[in-house]
């Protein structure tokens, strides 16, 4: 039982342009690279994760994922998140037996045990396990089984459509609420607070 992770990546340099006032671009280029890496080491490092993909239209960071063993699906056109996404789970879903999960690269406390957790979760498709973003707004994690289930709909309030579709689609949900998943970094409060998390690591 095989799990296909796709990971949507925006051009490194262009990422996280909300940062923009507290850090330079070249910071946020080594900021996006830094947790682009971390991300694909721990899908790597996760036996349950048979294969990633990355999509994107930076071959910079194209050529990162094939550094760590990934495969690549080049976005191209006009970029459009949940269009990318959809092409590269035509491919995944035939071989992803036990799910196709999505996952940004931008979750910098995220572990192998992380995912485990998640995975915990899967259900007998078909089934829906999703992970908020820390506001509840956004969608930080999101497994179908099987592929395709349901349709992408990324965006501001994308948790509670991706909840909705998956009612509609009559699919048993799966709700997991993890603090290092549900912590993605978009706006100087996140950078703020994962300084701060860190600090209290110490």
Wanted: net charge neutral; charged share 20%.
């Amino acid at each position: 039982m095989t799990i296909w992770a796709i990971v949507p990546v925006k051009p490194l340099r262009l990422g996280k342009s909300r940062l923009s006032g507290v850090l330079s671009d070249e910071e946020r280029a080594v900021l996006n690279r830094m947790f682009l890496e971390k991300t694909l080491d721990v899908l790597r490092n996760t036996p349950a994760v048979a294969q990633t993909l990355v999509v994107s239209r930076d071959s910079a960071a194209l050529a990162i994922a094939r550094a760590f063993g990934a495969r690549t699906v080049l976005e191209d056109g006009t970029p459009n998140l949940n269009s990318a996404l959809t092409r590269a789970t035509m491919l995944a879903r035939n071989y992803a037996t036990r799910g196709v999960l999505v996952l940004p690269a931008d979750l910098p406390k995220l572990t192998k045990d992380d995912l485990l957790e998640f995975f915990d979760h899967i259900q007998k498709a078909p089934c829906v396990v999703i992970t908020p973003d820390r506001h509840q707004n956004g969608t930080n994690a999101l497994l179908m089984a099987p592929g395709g289930l349901i349709k992408y709909d990324f965006g501001p309030g994308s948790f509670l459509r991706h909840c909705n579709h998956a009612i509609a689609a009559s699919a048993h949900l799966e709700i997991v609420h993890n603090q290092h998943i549900e912590l993605d970094l978009d706006t100087p409060a996140d950078l703020a607070l994962l300084n701060q998390a860190d600090i209290s690591n110490i």
